[in-house]
């Protein structure tokens, strides 16, 4: 085990992979000699060489599009966008292409890509570079999408993405990348694409998030606790294949369950877990789910603005008072 | 050739004239053309009775710009193109049985029926599909050039596209790519002056397309669309200008398509002058004339037309006798894992 910060480990678990097979590639803006914009690929044009690691123009469709191209003839890139937001440029590449290939050709082609961004709003950049719409891409079958909330969750889910064979979109919160977490040091350390994982039990309320909300939720529950209101805490982890699993069992001893992501509440993630939890648990149900989530506006510059519309602390204990009650 | 679309040689010449490639060369790209031109007009035949459906566009005219170039590749070297697919698919020895049960949506079709006329492909003979959104294969090709250079194959990539297409971002993304990668894929674009019904001149800033690569520096050549032999020569120059390392490298091919944009398209946007003017310089009929002129008897060609005839009447009996895939098959493919 080593303390890392999310961006140490995204750098190392490439390395990692990037030495066990030759046929992983990273492309992107800035990601070779300044080692990226997040520092989430330090070091590896050193080891790795120009041919294994290289910068782009500022193209994002032709970085998606080199990264499907050479992962349909035999390669593994794994592709950088700068941010969630400049991959509305490249959107068409990832779900008509990258999500596509593989079924509307009988399966004859593979698109064994990642490509790896970063979302989330927090750092006062304005409506346009501060969204959060991984969801977004969860919507298409053929993508895998994996958003994870921790350390040792980026090197476990990150190896996976890069060893199936399927078109990961690797979902990184921008805010997090100095967060630190004891990683696995075994090379082989994978974790399952498609798994939530339960973080925290308790009996009251079933509250389900991914990413930087499943800090957020800990954090309300450790609050609520103070007051007896136990919570089971499941991180997603993986927006597709999304595993209902723990979420199920979990919300049929609790009959309660909270919803948080940081995207905006309107067809969300949120939206997508209750309605099944509806469709499947209906008898199960003692209060309406509550979601929260961002303020169903474009977030703001001006600090004070952008905090007020970003889910907090205080909305996820509001939200499960007043679900429990 | 009897086609219904007029097609004959003047059969004058007599005399033999060199050409770089062998009789029997040339008779086999005479007969992929002619098997292009006669599957297209069956398949008409087939959507007109609704066995083909969803949109279907026919490369009737432009047959000569895929025989040429694909006569030009080496077998390991990338085909690439978009939705008007049917000619490529064919050039690079996909089975006429086999393509037209894609077109028809049957289980024996390349991809099993799930992808249809603008989705024909077959990874064994390197052929990539087949891409309907609009230059989308111009940025998959850049990818699979990529590929190619990183595993130092010396595999070539040709990708096709209209001159509609030049005017997207994919397109300038790609070129500028492939030259600061120094990429080896040649840029085919198949210009037949119109993108649907809009010709070139009003949509784009300058009507050379060949003009655009200079920009990205990438050297460039025109070829006639109409003429195997001139499209054959200028593919050959591209290609060893990409396996010799020098990156990527832009082929304009000026040609034309007798039918409508796609399927049903009535509208009157060019003239039945403009069309008989390119169909009087038509590339099977102008094709039957270099076989006559190298010394290729009359009859050998007419044996050519009737084992083409013979072939699509078969293609079309496989794939009607090939059933449609089965309701489950729809949960197939998707994701590997
Ligand atoms: C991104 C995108 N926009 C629009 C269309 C609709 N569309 C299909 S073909 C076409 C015209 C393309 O013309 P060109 O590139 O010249 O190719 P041609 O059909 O002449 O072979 C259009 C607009 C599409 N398929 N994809
Ligand atoms: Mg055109």
Request: hydrophobic share 40%.
């Amino acid at each position: 085990m080593t303390t890392l910060t999310i961006a140490k480990t995204i750098a190392t678990a490439l390395a990692e992979e990037m030495e066990r097979d030759r046929n992983i590639v990273v492309l992107g803006e800035e990601v070779a000699a300044f080692g990226g914009t997040y520092g989430a690929t330090q070091g590896l044009l050193d080891r790795f060489g120009p041919d294994r690691v290289k910068d782009t123009p500022i193209s994002e469709g032709i970085i998606a599009g080199a990264a499907v191209g050479a992962a349909m003839n035999g390669l593994r890139p794994v592709a950088e966008i700068m941010g969630i937001n400049f991959a509305f440029l490249a959107m068409d590449m990832i779900v008509n292409h990258a999500a596509k290939v593989h079924s509307m050709f009988g399966g004859q082609f593979r698109c064994p890509m990642v490509l790896r961004t970063t979302s989330g709003g927090g750092r006062q950049l304005g409506s346009t570079h501060s969204q959060t719409v991984e969801h977004l891409y969860a919507h298409f079958p053929g993508l895998k999408v994996v958003s994870p909330s921790n350390a040792r969750d980026m090197k476990g889910l990150l190896k996976a993405a890069i060893r199936t064979d399927d078109p990961v979109m690797f979902v990184e919160q921008a805010t997090m990348y100095s967060e630190k977490g004891d990683v696995p040091d075994d090379v082989d350390f994978l974790l399952p694409i498609g798994k939530s994982e339960v973080k925290r039990e308790g009996r009251h309320c079933t509250v389900v998030a991914y990413s930087k909300m499943v800090g957020v939720s800990l954090k309300a529950a450790a609050e609520l606790a103070k007051d007896g209101i136990e919570c089971t805490v499941i991180d997603l982890r993986t927006l597709r294949p999304l595993d209902m699993d723990p979420i199920v069992d979990s919300f049929k001893q609790t009959n309660h369950c909270v919803t948080v992501e940081e995207s905006w509440a309107m067809y969300g993630v949120g939206a997508e877990v209750a309605a099944r939890l509806y469709e499947t648990c209906l008898d199960y149900v003692d209060a309406p789910i509550k979601r929260v989530a961002t303020k169903d506006v474009p977030l703001a510059y001006s600090g004070p603005l952008e905090r007020y519309a970003l889910p907090s602390v205080d909305d996820v204990v509001k939200a499960v008072r007043e679900t429990v009650n | 050739m009897a086609t219904t679309t007029p097609t004959k040689s003047k059969r004058a010449a007599t005399e033999n004239a060199a050409t770089p490639l062998s009789n029997e060369e040339l008779l086999r790209l005479y007969k992929q053309m002619v098997e292009i031109r006669l599957f297209e007009e069956k398949c008409e035949e087939l959507y007109q009775k609704g066995k083909i459906g969803g949109f279907m566009h026919l490369y009737i005219g432009q047959e000569a710009t895929g025989v040429g170039t694909i006569a030009a590749r080496r077998p390991d070297d990338n085909i690439i193109t978009g939705y008007r697919d049917h000619g490529a698919a064919l050039a690079c020895g996909m089975s006429a049985r086999v393509a037209m049960a894609e077109m028809m949506g049957r289980v024996d079709g390349c991809s099993k029926g799930k992808g249809g006329s603008m989705h024909l492909a077959d990874i064994n003979l390197k052929f990539w599909g087949g891409h309907a959104i609009v230059g989308a294969q111009i940025a998959l090709g850049t990818g699979l050039a990529w590929a190619e250079q990183y595993k130092k194959t010396g595999a070539v990539t040709l990708a096709y596209f209209g001159d509609g297409a030049s005017n997207i971002g994919y397109f300038h993304e790609s070129l500028n790519l492939a030259k600061v990668w120094n990429l080896p894929i040649v840029y085919i674009c198949e210009n037949n002056k119109y993108g649907m019904w809009t010709p070139v001149e009003k949509v784009s800033a300058t009507t050379s397309m060949a003009h655009k690569a200079v920009s990205y520096d990438i050297p460039s050549d025109i070829a006639d669309g109409m003429d195997l032999l001139d499209v054959y020569a200028k593919t050959q120059k591209a290609i060893e200008h990409c396996r010799n390392g020098n990156g990527p490298y832009f082929l304009e091919i000026v040609t034309y398509r007798y039918r409508g944009h796609s399927m049903g398209d009535q509208r009157a946007y060019r003239t039945a002058e403009e069309i008989k003017k390119w169909q009087a310089d038509d590339p099977i009929g102008k094709f039957e004339d270099v076989l006559l002129k190298a010394g290729i008897d009359p009859t050998a060609i007419d044996a050519v037309d009737d084992e083409v005839k013979a072939m699509i009447e078969d293609a079309v009996a496989f794939a009607d006798a090939s059933p449609f895939p089965a309701l489950d098959e729809i949960y197939t493919d998707i994701t590997i894992e």
